[in-house]
């Protein structure tokens, strides 16, 4: 009985926990089922509020719309009825204008008829009268009308002419007031040192004695260091002094330098010879490239290989007619640049022209090509521009120039050289200068007197007024400075002045 108890009673238990799960089961999916559904009325209520408001909007917009094209629709309405209105109202005023015109038709065919008439009545007069005047004259009226017409063309050429020199006159006074205000003004700001240098080839001795010592025994010192430096030592009568000759400044300045130190040493022999040269070549090579350096820094220029700054480095040595070439190509940049921004030229490349002018100059070579040439041949190696270049050819005219930097450049070449002091020229030169002007202007048929004035810097031209008129004058000028231009090297520019003058002599008996 008690087995039997025990196994009912976990059954009981069992069948009493299903029941009671599933009762709570139950009254719990009871709970959820009206959750559920309350949430769906209230989603629905919102939904249908939310529908009421976007209708309301809807309207709203739709209401918005339709007053916007009405609005428009009454302001086009009004432009077409101003447009019909405007319409209307061209077309009255052409219909107007063209019974105006009509009416002015009407009087002008009556007064063509009026003219046709009186042309008829003119027209027999004009032959009466013509066959009259032929009678007069004695002369056909083709005979008359080829005289007037020599008159005229004679006349019209002398008109021509003298308008053609008023013109001239006139360009040539303009473009030399500009010329002038752009080259005082740049003159004006040019801030270089301008002093004239000497090129100095000889060296002070403190005695004669000096002299032996710097030939030595035999003539082994001289001949070291001519040897070592390149250059002609020459040991003459002039009391205190030796003369050192050399075409290349640097080796010159090398020389000179050099005896200079072995003088105030005292101890001069092959081998103290040979280690102050090379000393003194090392200093001149530093000197070299801190010249060039310091010249492409002052200008503010960059992009300049290293050959080229030591090319410039070399002009620092070199004179032309006593002018220190180096200053004379930084003067000619700077004076480049100021005229290139005057005239609104490309001023870094005037500039750079201006400097690189005359490097040919500089180079250390045994080529029989002028200085140009050679410049322009390292100016590609640099890889110049090719308006750099071409200033560089033709700024002593070698080649034509092909843009306004390389005429700019040219123009602050003619500055540097010709200012006053900038550089000198041998009594010799001078007067053969002065001569050829003469001569080339006597070689011209009509000349009777050419005189150089002014250091050569005008040529005054007296010709025969009997052979020379004043067209003829202007022509004559023209042609004598351009041969002077192709045959002559000065610097600036010459001024030419043909003097033609009538004198009429009569004596009262």
């Known amino acids: 009985m008690s087995a039997v108890f025990w196994v009912i009673l976990p059954l009981l238990g069992l069948i009493l926990g299903w029941t009671l799960r599933w009762l709570y089961a139950k009254f719990q999916l009871s709970s959820v089922e009206q959750k559920a559904l309350r949430l769906s009325q209230e989603a629905i209520k919102e939904a249908e509020a939310k529908k009421k408001e976007i209708l309301l909007e809807g ?7 339709r007053n916007q094209q009405e609005r428009e629709f009454r302001e086009r309405r009004f432009e077409i009825q101003k447009n019909e209105r405007r319409i209307i109202q061209k077309e009255e005023n052409l219909e107007r204008k063209l019974s105006e015109l009509e009416k002015q038709r009407r009087v002008l065919s009556d007064r063509e008829e009026q003219l046709q008439s009186r042309e008829h009545l003119l027209t027999d007069e004009e032959k009466k009268w013509k066959a009259e005047l032929e009678r007069i004259a004695g002369l056909s009226s083709e005979e008359a009308k080829s005289l007037i017409m020599d008159s005229m063309e004679t006349e019209a050429k002398r008109d021509a002419q003298v308008l053609i020199n008023k013109i001239e006159q006139e360009a040539q006074l303009k473009a030399e007031k500009i010329a002038r205000d752009v080259i005082v003004t740049s003159i004006q700001r040019l801030a270089t040192d301008v002093s004239s240098e000497v090129s100095i080839s000889s060296v002070s ?13 035999e003539g082994r010192n001289i001949r070291t260091l001519e040897t070592l430096t390149g250059v002609d030592i020459i040991i003459d009568d002039t009391p205190e002094a030796v003369v ?11 020389a000179k330098i050099a005896m200079e130190r072995l003088i105030q040493d005292g101890r001069i022999h092959p081998a103290r010879i040979e280690e102050v040269v090379q000393k003194v070549s090392k200093e001149i090579s530093r000197v070299i490239n801190e010249e060039g350096e310091k010249v492409i820094f002052d200008l503010q220029l960059h992009n300049i290989s290293q050959e080229g700054v030591r090319s410039l480095g ?109 550089r000198r020229e041998t009594l010799s030169n001078y007067i053969r200068r002065l001569e050829n002007l003469e001569h080339i202007s006597e070689s011209f048929e009509g000349v009777d007197k050419a005189y150089a ?16 008129d004043d067209a003829g004058a202007k022509e004559l000028a023209k042609n004598i400075a351009k041969r002077i231009e192709t045959e ?8 030419v002045t043909i003097i033609r003058e009538t004198r009429i ?3 009262a008996r």
């Open 244 to 254: 050192i000759s050399c075409f290349d400044p640097v080796r010159k300045e090398i």
């Open 505 to 507: 002599v009569e004596y």
């Open 314 to 422: 070399r002009l620092h040595f070199r004179t032309s007619y006593g002018q220190n070439v180096l200053k004379h190509a930084k003067e000619v940049a700077i004076l480049s640049g100021m005229i290139a921004a005057e005239v609104g030229a490309d001023r870094e490349i005037a500039k750079r022209s201006g400097l690189l002018h005359d490097i040919g100059k500089g180079i250390d070579t045994e080529s029989d090509a002028n200085h140009s040439e050679m410049g322009a041949e390292l100016a590609k190696k640099m890889g110049e521009d090719p308006r750099v270049i071409n200033a560089i050819l033709s700024h002593h005219n070698d080649v034509e120039p092909s843009c306004v930097e390389s005429i700019i450049v040219q123009i602050a070449d003619a500055i540097s050289a010709s200012r006053p002091g900038a």
């Open 453 to 468: 004035i002014q250091a050569g810097r005008e040529l005054r031209i007296l010709v025969n007024n009997e052979t020379v």
């Open 205 to 217: 001795l403190p005695n004669d004695d000096m002299k032996g010592r710097i030939i030595g025994r």
């Open 59 to 65: 309207r709203d917009e739709l209401l918005r719309e």
């Open 488 to 495: 002559l090297r000065y610097p600036g520019r010459i001024k």
